[in-house]
């Protein structure tokens, strides 16, 4: 029985998808729930898997193709693979797997190790799942360590199977260039930051805190914490709760403006900014005043998780009154971050440096680490911008304060 496969049903928020990879081809078998698609939108990358066990007859919709919601991407066969194939295509299809074998592989890169024949499992893969990508291939004829693989018995000479091959490809002084279409999500990533350069009035507020008051406090329960709440306890759970303490006192931050009115949030989605493959994303912690450090740092945890694996839902994304960008993981200093409309701040994290600072008259050596809010002068004072962020430098710096609501 032939089934149409279809593209996932999108929100409201989301136009329509391009048809990023296919992991099946046609005339393959595929078991029930494998992956057969995935499908990028401006926000995240949806999987099509298989609906019952069967063989991909034919693809409508290939690679870089925009697809709409619920739009036909192939038609599949349910049955027993066996019985709908012929038996004469069974040589060509051995014959078609045997230099591949169980790797995957890009077609550009299927071609080249053919043409060389190379066998497709002496080739060291870089690509994603264990993928072997043209590079893999390229820089594995470099070496020169690989044997062609025998062709099968014939009266046809094997010299004149090299005749194909790409001398450009081993060239010692060619200089490889590769050429990919930029991601929906960086590409609506990049739409979204000019549109917020473009229309807000956004400045850049700084400070510093003291970071050794949350570290002995993290360094002395830290084991019981992970013992009891099975997560580690990091430092953006201890951001995360003083972000939130700051925006219940300056509702002007927690905000977000539409068209000319101005829209005041009774609770505090957190978006927290997590860095892919893809591009970056943001994942909305909901209603953070009610969440206790575990469950905030389970959460993120969950979050990175599945961002790397393109797991996230379009709803975890979607909302949000205020945005947290953690550059310290990647070793920034400082940085400027920017806007995420409709919000009208964001706060920036930075690396933990040691620095000496005057303390009582005396240079200490302290863990320090910079803070940047930016802010949408259109809704946020100066002077409110700065209290905000002075108010999360005492939390953090005393993070009694956090307990005793102070």
Do not use: C
């Not at 012929?86 to 074998?101: R, T, Y």
């Not at 393109?310 to 947290?324: A, N, S, Y």
């Amino acid at each position: 029985m032939s089934i149409e496969i279809k593209a996932p049903t999108f929100p409201e928020s989301v136009a329509d998808g391009t048809v990023a990879t296919w992991h099946k081809k046609p005339g393959e078998a595929v078991q029930r729930d494998e992956l057969l698609v995935d499908i990028e939108t401006d926000k995240v990358v949806l999987e099509v898997v298989a609906p019952a066990d069967g063989m991909l007859k034919n693809v409508l919709k290939e690679e870089g193709d925009v697809v709409l919601s619920d739009e036909v991407l192939a038609i599949f066969v349910e049955g027993a693979v066996e019985a709908s194939a012929p038996q004469n295509s069974a040589p060509a299809a051995a014959a078609s797997a045997a230099p591949s074998g169980d790797v995957i592989m890009s077609p550009a890169a299927r071609k080249i190790a053919e043409e060389n024949g190379v066998q497709a499992a002496s080739i060291a893969a870089t690509g994603k799942d264990g993928r072997v990508t043209k590079e893999d291939v390229l820089n594995h004829l470099k070496t020169g360590d690989s044997k062609p693989a025998a062709p099968a018995p014939s009266a046809a000479p094997a010299p004149k199977k090299e005749t194909p091959a790409a001398p450009a490809f081993v060239s010692d002084g060619e200089r490889i260039e590769k050429r990919v279409p930029m991601t929906r999500l960086r590409a609506t990533l990049a739409r979204r930051l000019v549109e917020a350069h473009q229309t807000a009035a956004m400045l850049t507020t700084y400070n510093e805190v003291n970071m050794a008051p949350v570290m002995e406090l993290r360094k002395k329960y830290k084991d019981q914490f992970e013992k009891k709440h099975g997560v580690k306890l990091g430092f953006m759970s201890f951001f995360v709760k003083a972000a939130t303490e700051a925006l219940k006192r300056f509702p002007a931050v927690n905000a977000s403006i539409d068209g000319n009115d101005m829209v005041y949030h009774g609770y505090q989605d957190i978006g927290v900014a997590v860095s892919t493959e893809r591009g970056l994303v943001v994942p909305i912690l909901r209603d953070t005043d009610g969440m206790g450090l575990a469950e905030v740092e389970s959460t993120i945890a969950d979050f990175g998780l599945r961002a790397r694996d393109g797991k996230l839902g379009i709803d975890e994304m979607q909302g949000g009154t205020f945005t947290i960008s953690n550059g310290g993981t990647f070793g920034s200093l400082m940085s400027t971050p920017i806007l995420n409309p409709p919000q009208t701040a964001i706060m920036g994290m930075h690396k933990i440096q040691e620095r000496p600072m005057a303390v009582n008259g005396q240079v200490v050596i302290l863990p320090m680490m910079y803070l940047a809010l930016s802010y949408d002068h259109r809704m946020i004072d100066g002077k409110e911008a700065v209290q905000f962020l002075v108010t999360i430098k005492d939390l953090l710096e005393d993070p009694a304060r956090l307990l005793l609501d102070i």
